[in-house]
């Protein structure tokens, strides 16, 4: 097999499409890292566990556009991981009996 090239010419709708393969395999690392960290930190487990099965088990059967849609797929999982452990917190208060929300 040859090296790995740096981008991936694709076409799409008659445009050419640049999938900048460095970029995605950086993205992958920081999503690892990110719901590995989360999940040792008990926050989402369920969902970090998801997007780690993307990450690693599907990973390899896809092209880079699916490699793509797999690192959305990913970072959607861990913004619910996130949300998930911000749901145990008290998320609003009452003032004057109307509920403000918290961020």
């Known amino acids: 097999m040859g090296a790995r090239k740096g981008v991936v010419r694709t076409r799409r709708q008659g445009s050419p499409v640049r999938t900048d393969v460095r970029s995605i395999e950086a993205r992958r690392d920081v999503l690892f890292t990110e ?3 989360l999940r040792a930190a008990g ?3 369920r969902f970090c566990t998801n997007a780690l099965e993307l990450l690693t088990r599907c990973w390899s059967r ?3 556009r699916g490699r793509e849609r797999l690192l959305h797929a990913a970072a959607w ?3 619910l991981a996130r949300s998930s452990g911000e749901a ?3 998320s609003f208060a009452l003032r004057d009996k109307t509920a403000v929300v918290v961020r």
């Open 35 to 37: 719901a590995a960290a």
């Open 43 to 45: 926050e989402g487990a």
């Open 62 to 64: 896809e092209n880079w």
């Open 77 to 79: 999982m861990l913004q």
């Open 88 to 90: 145990s917190r008290p």
